[in-house]
């Protein structure tokens, strides 16, 4: 019989890919607020807001899994800071509510936070490093990461910034809104200041699902192994894909009035994921092609 995970956020970006890396090894429960999809693909989708706590108990417990992929965010990050109410409901109150559920039945819990816990002056930040928040956003993610790491059996993943296409439904890609824009020959800012450590989506669908099925608990960077800033790394992006450089302008996303203070370096060591994972870690033009040629398997 098939292990249970139950993989919150199905229409989100990340989710997508956990949930093609899943379906096959897992019997795949998803939940997310929207409908759920007319293509069932042999998942367990239900609609669901998480922020309904009574019914997201009864639905815990009747599905009763094994391991939770706990995605589902308010993942805005000038949103959340001009929403500061309704971002600590869902990124602290949600997360708590879940990971009480798994302390209660002993299912491993994995949660995704961010590169950007840290302040960014520093740079290839490690698991050992102390997360300092600069922004509403990441004081909820923190808050979310202490949550889960005091549970015995989880996982607490600080993704890069995610790059890729989305693997099922829509997702908040910036790669596909790029190429949109590019292919109509409009320009699009990236901002210069923001050095990280992109990771594709597919090779942070694989990692996620292995860390449901594996032995390790704690705090882990997701990433890949090229450091670069978003405006060469989308320039990169753009010649690679046959477009031309010219079209990606270079911003300062700190520069710009009313947005939420962004870290300028928040690039992470992901040498605990090359030790621990068998899924491996890519430079930036390995997870391109990788999520360009990913072909969803019905
Ligand atoms: N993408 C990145 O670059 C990146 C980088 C670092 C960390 N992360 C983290 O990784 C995780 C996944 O990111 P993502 O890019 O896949 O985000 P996403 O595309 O915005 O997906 C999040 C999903 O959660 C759903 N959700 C939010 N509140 C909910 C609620 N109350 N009930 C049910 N569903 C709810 C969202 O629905 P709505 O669309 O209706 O809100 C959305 O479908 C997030 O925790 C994010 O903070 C992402």
């Not at 993610?141 to 015995?152: H, Q, R, S, T, Y």
Request: glycine share 6%; proline share 3%.
């Amino acid at each position: 019989m098939k292990k249970k995970l139950l993989v919150t956020g199905f229409g989100g970006f990340v989710a997508g890919s956990v949930i093609a890396h899943a379906k096959d090894d897992w019997e795949v429960h998803a939940v997310d607020r929207i409908d759920i999809p007319e293509k069932q693909n042999g998942i367990n989708y239900y609609s669901l807001d998480l922020l309904d706590n009574e019914k997201l108990t009864k639905l815990f417990k009747e599905i009763n899994p094994d391991a939770v992929i706990h995605t589902a965010a308010l993942a805005d990050i000038d949103f959340c800071q001009n929403n500061q109410e309704i971002a600590e409901k869902v990124n602290v109150g949600v997360t708590k509510a879940i990971a009480d559920l798994c302390g209660q039945s002993g299912a491993k819990m994995i949660v995704c936070s961010t590169d950007t816990v840290f302040d960014g002056k520093k740079g290839m930040y490690t698991e050992e490093d102390s997360p300092n928040p600069i922004n509403f956003y990441a004081e909820t993610k923190v808050k979310a990461e202490e949550i889960v790491g005091a549970l015995d059996n989880s996982v607490v993943t600080r993704l890069s910034l995610v790059m890729g296409l989305p693997v099922m439904g829509s997702g908040n890609s910036f790669l596909a809104k790029t190429i949109t824009k590019l292919k109509l020959g409009e320009s699009v800012k990236f901002p210069a200041n923001e050095i990280r450590t992109p990771v594709d989506v597919i090779t942070l669908g694989s990692s996620l699902v292995e860390l449901a099925e594996n032995d390790f608990t704690g705090i882990i960077h997701l990433s890949s192994n090229t450091r670069i800033n978003r405006f060469e790394m989308a320039q990169q992006i753009a010649e690679k894909l046959g477009y031309s450089k010219d079209l990606i302008i270079a911003s300062d996303s700190n520069a710009m009035e009313g947005r939420a203070p962004r870290p300028n370096d928040a690039s992470l060591d992901n040498s605990l994921a090359k030790k621990e994972l068998n899924t491996p870690m890519r430079t930036l033009m390995e997870g391109l092609e990788l999520t360009m040629n990913f072909k969803l398997e019905k």
